[in-house]
């Protein structure tokens, strides 16, 4: 496994693999690495020849009252991850290198960017898609992997990929939980064990209400959901909504499969999760 600093070095090392006729899989992330990420490497050590690791904190995605600072740094256990994991690269750029001064560049992805987290973390997914643009392009990679717990910006990735003729394949792949349900994140190590009890709900409310979703109708599924999750201990919603799978528009009584995301603080930390729900005569 090798560890590479820069940019432009990243590149030009791809681009020899690409002139051997090796296929890239890239697997952006910000570090603190967890079984999630483990899940999203093993998928690409199935499909590609090499597998690139990025660990970057992206300071363009985090808003002025965030936790850029606070974000958990665990570069040692990461790297030892990335190595039981058989990666290739380990792609560790500075801040410097990917956004120095001069830069001006930002991609946009309209209307799906100013909904749902969009409304509530201003330039988020406009900071995500611009850094995940250049890690596609620094990669060259022909496959990346997101992990479906961040449905939204995987949808935004898979949009800004369409509307920008990349040539690289999107894979989803499934949220990984714990055996609670509670979705794996690397902000769940801010809770304590109190507020991880009271994250456990989350899980358990989306599944009940997938479960509602095949027979019920939509606003009985919704209310029944929030006055749920309202119940929290020491929890805040910031919205719970259930969007149509393909593209994040609101669902109404002709949706047959349907995302129920939620984005709901415990204490101080800001927690995502989401279900996908199917009418009774849907498969998965
Ligand atoms: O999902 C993440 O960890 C980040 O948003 C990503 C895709 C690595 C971009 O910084």
């Not at 910000?30 to 079984?35: I, N, Q, R, S, Y």
């Not at 899940?39 to 808003?63: C, H, M, W, Y």
Request: charged share 30%.
């Amino acid at each position: 496994m090798r560890i590479v600093k820069s940019a432009s070095l990243m590149q030009k090392i791809a681009l020899e693999h690409i002139k051997n006729g090796d296929e890239i899989g890239l697997v952006p992330t910000m570090g603190a690495l967890h079984d999630g990420h483990a899940s999203l490497i093993a998928r690409s050590e199935k499909n590609d020849d090499i597998t690139i690791v990025s660990i970057f904190v992206n300071p363009t995605q985090f808003g002025p009252k965030e936790d850029y600072l606070k974000y958990p740094r665990t570069v040692k256990e990461d790297l030892e991850i990335c190595k039981e994991n058989h990666v290739d690269y380990v792609f560790m750029p500075s801040v410097n290198d990917m956004f120095p001064a001069e830069h001006k560049t930002f991609i946009e992805v309209k209307i799906l960017q100013d909904i749902l987290c969009g409304k509530f973390r201003q330039d988020h997914f406009r900071g995500v898609v611009t850094v995940v643009a250049k890690l596609f392009n620094i990669s060259c990679a022909d496959r990346s992997y997101f992990g479906m717990k961040d449905f939204q910006q995987l949808k935004i990735v898979e949009r800004m990929v369409k509307d920008l003729n990349f040539k690289i394949k999107i894979i989803p792949c499934p949220i990984i939980r714990e055996k609670s349900g509670l979705a794996i994140s690397s902000r769940n190590s801010y809770l304590s064990a109190k507020e991880k009890k009271s994250s456990e709900n989350i899980s358990r409310i989306l599944r009940e209400a997938s479960e509602d979703f095949k027979t019920k109708n939509l606003s009985f599924v919704k209310r029944s959901a929030l006055n749920k999750l309202k119940k929290i201990p020491g929890s805040k919603i910031d919205y719970a909504e259930i969007v149509n799978f393909s593209d994040l528009s609101f669902a109404d009584k002709n949706t047959e499969k349907a995302v129920f995301a939620v984005a709901i603080w415990i204490g101080k930390t800001r927690l995502i999760d989401n279900f996908v729900m199917l009418k009774q005569t849907q498969n998965i």
